[in-house]
Nanobody, 121 residues
Framework: QVELVESGGGSVHTGGSLRLSCAAS????????MRWYRQAPGKEREFVSR???????SYADSVKGRFTMSQDIGKKMVWLQMNGLKPEDTAVYYC???????????????WGNGTQVTVSS
């Protein structure tokens, strides 16, 4: 059973950078799927980025060109490099995967506890 732990959040000024880390452990019965989401106060949780097992990435339009997702499958780590941060990037950032508690049951979304990113003007 996989577990996720995020780290690397903090407070920066507009234009600053942060690198978020997500460390995975345990076992999954599901296909590889690693994503970042974020949720700002009073807003819905929104997709940020995803990465496939072959390293192919995709991003929300709001972060495209500024954020980069990467991984080390052997270390069970994924990262989100965030450059050119803006106040609207302020949110709790969540690492997400899918898991099943046992073989043969549906794979469901599974989230880390989140890490706070605050960008001040």
């Amino acid at each position: 059973q996989v577990e996720l732990v995020e780290s690397g959040g903090g407070s920066v000024h507009t234009g600053g950078s942060l690198r978020l880390s997500c460390a995975a452990s345990g076992y999954t019965y599901c296909s590889y799927d690693m994503r970042w989401y974020r949720q700002a106060p009073g807003k819905e949780r929104e997709f940020v980025s995803r990465i496939d097992i072959d390293g192919t990435t995709s991003y929300a339009d709001s972060v495209k060109g500024r954020f980069t997702m990467s991984q080390d499958i052997g270390k069970k780590m994924v990262w989100l490099q965030m450059n050119g941060l803006k106040p609207e990037d302020t949110a709790v950032y969540y690492c997400k995967t899918v898991r099943a508690l046992e073989f043969g049951v549906p794979c469901v979304d599974y989230w880390g506890n989140g890490t706070q990113v605050t960008v001040s003007s």
